[in-house]
């Protein structure tokens, strides 16, 4: 399912931004710190929305959506600029696991969801370190199986959006607590896949 594979379609539509952050002299840790930043106003919109107003999720989810992009823009940026390397990669991949965290915890704390957030972000940490841990040992980064951090962006601003709408429960979870619940159970599945993946290939 991942998205991750169409990463490579979308670098003309990134251009435009690409050019902004030049224009106005950013980098691309510069980008990345905004993105975390961008990651921290969608959790706690999510965290406050159940008790002060449903809305603050669809604030949450475009928080969330300009989060996703900047972490592409940067990318583009230090590859225009020549400025990438090791370190940038480094900082790049822990404000990602940072931004994971932060959102999943904003939503698991919006609906008192903690047991079920605890899973959904383990899942979530296991699916990408297994990507990265592939490439540690020899192999290409992994991207592949059910649900990458693409496909998790764009699940959580569709249901952001929804939720600002759709107060009422389903089976006793709203439906922000069903996507943790699928957070939680693909996440460590996905890692699983990775990791037969991997261990295939090695």
């Known amino acids: 399912m991942t998205l991750d594979r169409f990463r490579p379609a979308v670098k003309g539509v990134l251009a435009p931004s690409v050019s902004l952050a030049k224009r106005v002299g950013l980098t691309p840790n510069g980008v990345s710190v905004i993105a975390l930043l961008l990651a921290l106003v969608g959790a706690a919109a999510f965290a406050l929305a159940p008790s002060r107003d449903p809305l603050l999720y669809v604030g949450g989810a ?3 959506a300009l989060n996703g992009w900047l972490d592409l823009v940067d990318g583009e940026l230090a590859r225009e600029t020549g400025t990438g390397g090791p370190a940038g990669d ?72 929804v939720a600002g709408f759709v107060t009422q429960s389903f089976s006793g979870l709203t439906v922000v607590g069903w ?20 261990m295939k290939a090695l």
């Open 179 to 198: 996507l943790l619940v699928f957070f939680a159970v693909v996440g460590h599945f996905t890692a699983l896949q990775r990791f037969y993946y991997a």
């Open 62 to 64: 475009v928080a969330v």
């Open 90 to 161: 480094l900082l790049d991949h822990v404000i990602d696991r940072y931004a994971d965290i932060v959102v999943i915890a904003g939503l698991a704390a919006g609906i008192e969801a903690y047991a079920i957030g605890m899973a959904a972000v383990t899942g979530v940490l296991m699916t990408s370190y297994l990507g990265t841990q592939a490439q540690a040992v020899g192999l290409d980064r992994v991207y592949g199986g059910l649900v990458g951090r693409a496909d998790r962006l764009a699940l959580v601003v569709a249901v952001g959006v």
